[in-house]
């Protein structure tokens, strides 16, 4: 029996991440985590051969719904939808949830995360505020800056920054943006959100010019088993975006 991708498409398991992959994008837009029109969210979809789901190029998150979600194959071809797909997440995405095994993943230039991959520590201090001790023991930091992640070389480089140690699935990259990988759209886009929340109050703080005062290392790694434990708070922050965020209507092409 041959696979038919399409059929796939308009399951309704795959119409649902697809509406989350959609709610997801615009959330981010509504949070000031995009970069015009850059930067990709993708969902890796159960089953064989591997396929994932990936924002398409050229439509500014806010703008994005369902029926404009592209499915595309570990390739980069396009087996479903009725757009392109930037080049950088090809290579990006792919590489991640082949090597990670991670099932969704999230790239983004926001502005105070991205800000701290500037710094000589290239990341979020993860013993600073609360928000941020969430993350203790689950960042990875790729610490050198090679240009457009324009070939699999790079993508995988990337990809084996989060895959060298066990439980990594946040990336800080040198000069760049952050990476936010996790099990569920929901979850993926809570810890996003409070990682930018985390770095904006890091750079307040170290703006001040006075000194930083963190908590031992075993009150973060309290705080971020608390966190982990319990994330029923995510998925409820999720639905709470999808009352607020309507999908835009669709448009025929």
């Known amino acids: 029996m041959t696979h038919d991708a399409t059929t796939d498409f308009h399951s309704p398991t795959v119409r649902q991440l ?27 979809l159960p089953g064989e051969p591997a396929r994932y789901l990936i924002n398409p190029r050229g439509l500014h ?44 993943v999230m790239h983004v ?13 290239r990341a979020l201090d993860p013993t600073l505020s609360q928000n941020a001790m969430r993350y203790m023991d689950r960042i990875a930091i790729d610490p050198h800056y ?6 699999d070389a790079e993508g995988e480089r990337i990809a084996r920054t989060m895959a060298a140690d066990q439980g990594k699935d946040v990336a800080f990259l040198a000069n760049h943006g952050v990476i936010v ?5 929901a979850h993926a886009y809570d810890d996003l959100y409070y990682l930018e929340r985390a770095c904006l109050h890091q750079v307040l703080a170290q703006s001040t010019g006075r000194p930083l005062a ?17 994330r029923e708070q995510s998925d409820l922050f999720f639905e709470a975006l999808r009352r607020m965020l309507a999908a835009p209507a669709t448009v025929t092409p």
């Open 146 to 151: 090679n240009g457009l992640a324009l070939d």
């Open 61 to 104: 998150w806010s703008e994005v719904g369902p029926d404009d979600i592209v499915m595309i194959d570990v390739q980069g071809q396009v087996l479903a939808g009725r757009h392109r797909v930037e080049p950088t997440a090809l290579f990006i995405h792919g590489a991640i949830h082949r090597l990670t095994g991670h099932a969704v």
């Open 214 to 230: 963190p908590v031992p290392a075993e009150i973060a790694r309290r705080v971020a088993a608390q966190v982990q434990g319990e």
């Open 18 to 44: 697809r509406a989350d992959l959609a709610l997801a994008l615009r959330a981010a837009a509504h949070h000031g985590l995009g970069e015009g029109v850059c930067n990709h969210f993708s969902v890796m």
């Open 181 to 185: 990988a996790g099990a569920t759209v």
């Open 109 to 121: 230039h926001a502005p105070y995360a991205t800000a701290l991959t500037l710094t000589a520590d």
